[in-house]
C-alpha cells in the first residue's frame, strides 16, 4: 500500500478509472486509485453502455466528443477490445417543436464539430426496417455515435493507467480524509493511511457520504433506472445472419425511450415521469453489484409506445430487466471540478451519462489539476453551479424532475418547476400581483417578464401535440392556475409583451428585482492592494467611485466579471452575477492572503437589490430623497449613501439596460418599504416593472457581455472586447497579465462582434449557432434576440478577426434557415451612452 501520491482517485467505476488514466496520461504517474470493492461494481457494471453524442450544453457536449474520439484508440494502446459497436444513433421526430429542437442542436453540433445528418421517415425506414414511421415528421442521426461495454472500457482504461505508472488498490476502502496544517491530504482507509497532495472523488452512488468526510453537502442523489432485454428475434437473427449491419440506437424522443439491438433481441430503456431516488443517504457499505426490483407498470406507456413504434418487441419474451442506481444532479448535467472552499480536493460525480462522460470528464479534469485550468469552458459542469440551498430535500425532487425530462424538448426559455419557489425576495408576492411570470437562478425567484392582467393561455392557444412527451409550458403551481407562457425555439407569447416593457423603460420609468446577485464585501488594510492585483481593471481611487472589473485565469481568459464600488478607505463592495455565487466567492476565498491583512464576506442575503431605470428615474428619486441627484453630484459609475424615506441604501449609478438609472443595494429587511416608495412615489409618471427577459433585450442593444457566453475561460480578454477595462500599464499588474500579454502577441483566433440579422420573421438567434462565409465556419452566436429600441434582430458573436469589421456580411444559421448578418458597431442603442449618463 503506497504511503505517499500526488494525487489519490476514490472510485473504481469507469469514471474515476478515466480520470486516473488521464492524470499518468499527463505525465503524473505517482496517483493512485482505491476501489473499495472490485472495479465496475457500482453503477458501471449494469450501465446499457450507450454513447449519445446529443446535449445541448456546451461543456458536456465537449466531452461527449472527446470520449467518442478516444475511445476506439485504446484498443490499439492496451491490446483490449472495448466493445465499440459504431452502429450510429437516430432521434426521431414527430413534433415540429422537436424538429426545431433538432436543427437548433445541429447548429450547436457544427460549432463544436460533431457530425449530424437529417434523415427523411423513408431514410429512417431504410436503416431500421423494423420501425413504423407513418406519423414522423423527420429525424436527426449521428453517425459516429453508438454503444460500447462498460466494463471492458473500464478495464482497458485501468490497464492504460497501470502501464504509464499508476496504481491501482482493490477491495481497499476509505474510511476518512483529513487535511494537514501543510496543506497536503491524508486519505485513510482499512489498509493504511495515504498523504497526497490532491483527491479526486468519484464514487458515484456514494458522492455525499464522500463528500460528508471533508464537509461538503455534494449535490448528487441517484435516480433508479430500468431497461429491459428482450430474448431474441427471428428478424434480428436474419439479418446478422446476412451479413447486414445493426440497425443502430434508436431514440423516440417523443415518447421518452431508447432502443438498440442486444445478443439477437433488442433493449428498450425509457426515461419515465415516478422514477424514484435511491441512496439517497448512500448504499449499504458491502453493498457489490446490486440491483433494486423492477416495476414495469411504471413503464406501461413507454413500452406501449415502444411496440406501436417497434412491433418486434412485442414478438418476443423478456429476458431480464435491469433496474439499478444512475447518479443525478439537479440539472441533470455532471459535477466536474474543483470542491468548493477546499483546496485540492476535486469532484468527479454526479454523471447521468458517466460511460459517455468518463473520457471527456477525465481528460478535463486532468488538465485542470496538472495545469490548473481545463482546455474548454467547463462552466456548465462546474460543481460550484450549485449552492447551499441544494440541499437533501430539494435534491430528491429536482433530481427526479431532471430524469423524468431527459428526452423532453429542450426548450431555451425552460422554466422547470420542480422544488420552486424555494428562495424568494420581500418583494416578490408584490411583483407576482403585477403579473410577474417568475423564473430562477441559484434557486432565486426572478421575474422574467410581465403578463397583463387576466392573461391566460387557453388549450388552444397551447396547442400541445398527442405525443407522450407534449409539455410546452410551465406548470401552474396549483390547480387552476391561469398558463401564461408556451415555450418555443420561436418568437412565443411572451414577445410582444417584453418589447412593452422595453418601450416602456426607454421612454418613461421601469423597476426591476435583481437581488439575486452576488454581493461580497472586501475590507482591511490590505485590501486595495489585493483587489487591485487580482484584477484587470484599476481599482477607484476615490471613494464613492464605481468601476467594472475581470478576474482572468492564469492563461488570460475571463474567469469571472465584478462591480466594485469603493464605500470607504478601506471597504469595498463587490458585485457579480448571482448564477456564480459560489463560483466567484471560492475564488476570491482560495486567493485571500493569508497574513489576515483582508477579510471578505459574502453578504449576498444581506441585501437585496431593486434597479431604477429609464429617463423619469430621476424624477421618482427626487421625490424621496433630500439627495442631489444631479450629473455634477452624482454622475454616472458613482455611488453613495442615500435614504428612500426613512430607509438608507446604496445607491450605484449603473445598470445592465443602458438607461438612465440606479441600482439601490439595500438592507433586504426595508426591500418592501422602498419597493412600496418608489412605486407611490413614481405613479405619476406612470412606472411599471419589467423582468429578465427585457434587460436581456436592451443588454444586447448596449454590447454588454455575459459569463459564459460572450465571456469564458476559451475567449482572451482581448477578444472578448474588454480592453477598455484591462489596464496592462498598472503597477500592481493582474492575474493573468504576463499570459494575455502573450495571447495577444502570438495573434487573436476570435473577435468579439455585434451583428444585425436580416430577414427574421419569428426565430431570432438564441447563442451557439454557427455563422458562416463563403459556406465554411468562421464564428459561432454567442447571444441573440431583438432589440426593441432599435427594431432590430440582434446578435452578439465570436468570428475570425478578419471578418470583425463593419459592414462584413455574413450567413448565421437559424433553426436551419441561412439569414444574411451585418456586422454593425457596437452599441447599436445610444453609442454615445447619453441616456445612460442623463445628458
Partial sequence: MNSHARVVVIGGGVVGVSTLYHLARMGWSDVVLIERKELTSGSTWHAAGLLPLFNMSYSVGQMHKYSVGFYPTLEAETELNVGFSRVSNIRLARTQDRMDEYRYYAGVAETIGVKVNFLTPAQVKEIWPLCEVDDLIGAIQHPDDGYIQPADLTQALARGARARGATIHRQTTVTGITQLPSGEWCVHTDQGDITCEHVVSATGNFARRTGAMVGLDVPVIPVEHQYIVTEAHPAIQAR???????????????????????????????????APVCYVDGPDPQSEYELFQEDLDRLAPHIE????????????????????????????????????????????????????????????????????????????????????????????????????????????????????????????????????????????????????????????????????????????????????????????????????????????????????????????????????????????????????????????????????????????????????????YDYLTKALPTDGSVRLEKVTTQYGVLVLAGPRSRDVLAKLTDADLSNEAFPWLTGKTIDIGAAATKALRVNFVGELGWEFHHPIEMQNYIFDKLFEAGAEFDIKPFGIRAMDSMRLEKTYKLIPRELSIEYSALESGLGRFVALKKPAGFVGKEALIAWRDRGLANKAVTLEVHGVADADARGSEPIHKDGALVGRVTSGGYGWRVNKSLALAMVRPDLAEVGTELEILILGQPHKATVIPDSPFDPDNLALKGV
Avoid at 412565443?492 to 421612454?507: D, I, K, L, M, T
Avoid at 481611487?541 to 478601506?570: I, M, N
Fill in 240 to 274: 446478422k445472419a446476412a451479413g447486414l449491419p445493426e440497425m443502430g440506437v434508436l431514440r423516440e424522443s417523443d415518447a421518452s425511450y431508447y432502443m438498440r439491438e442486444e445478443a439477437g433481441g433488442l433493449l428498450l430503456g425509457p426515461y419515465e415521469v415516478g
Fill in 305 to 584: 409506445a415502444a411496440i406501436a413504434r417497434v412491433p418486434a418487441f412485442a414478438e418476443v419474451g423478456v429476458k431480464r430487466v435491469y433496474n439499478g442506481a444512475i447518479a443525478y444532479t439537479p440539472d441533470g448535467s455532471p459535477i466536474v471540478g474543483p470542491a468548493w472552499g477546499l483546496k485540492n480536493f476535486w469532484l468527479n460525480e454526479g454523471h447521468s451519462f458517466g460511460v459517455t462522460a468518463a473520457g471527456g470528464a477525465g481528460w478535463q479534469l486532468a488538465h485542470w489539476i496538472v495545469e490548473g485550468e481545463p482546455t474548454i469552458d467547463m462552466m456548465g459542469v462546474d460543481p460550484r453551479r450549485f449552492g447551499a440551498y441544494a440541499g437533501r430535500g430539494y435534491l430528491k425532487e429536482k433530481n427526479e424532475e431532471a430524469y423524468a425530462k431527459v428526452f423532453t424538448v429542450h426548450y431555451p426559455d425552460e422554466e422547470r418547476t420542480g422544488a420552486r419557489p424555494l428562495r424568494r425576495t420581500p418583494c416578490y408576492d408584490r411583483m407576482k400581483a403585477l403579473g410577474a411570470v417568475f423564473g430562477s437562478v441559484f434557486g432565486w425567484e426572478r421575474p422574467n417578464w410581465f403578463a397583463p392582467a387576466g392573461y391566460a393561455l387557453t388549450e388552444a392557444d397551447l396547442d400541445k401535440p398527442d405525443v407522450l412527451l407534449n409539455e410546452n409550458h410551465p406548470e401552474p403551481a396549483k390547480a387552476g392556475d391561469a398558463i401564461r407562457e408556451k415555450w418555443s425555439f420561436r418568437r412565443s407569447n411572451y414577445f410582444e409583451h417584453v418589447g412593452a416593457e422595453c418601450r416602456h423603460v426607454n421612454e418613461k420609468v421601469g423597476l426591476m428585482d435583481m437581488s439575486a446577485f452576488a454581493k461580497f464585501e472586501v475590507s482591511g488594510p490590505g485590501a486595495e492592494a489585493w483587489l487591485d492585483g487580482m484584477f484587470t481593471n484599476r481599482v477607484p481611487k476615490d471613494v464613492g467611485k464605481v468601476s467594472l472589473t475581470y478576474l482572468l485565469t492564469a492563461k488570460g481568459g475571463v474567469r469571472a466579471e465584478f462591480t466594485v464600488f469603493r464605500e470607504a478607505p478601506q471597504r469595498f463592495y463587490l458585485v457579480s452575477a448571482g448564477a456564480l455565487e459560489r463560483h466567484d
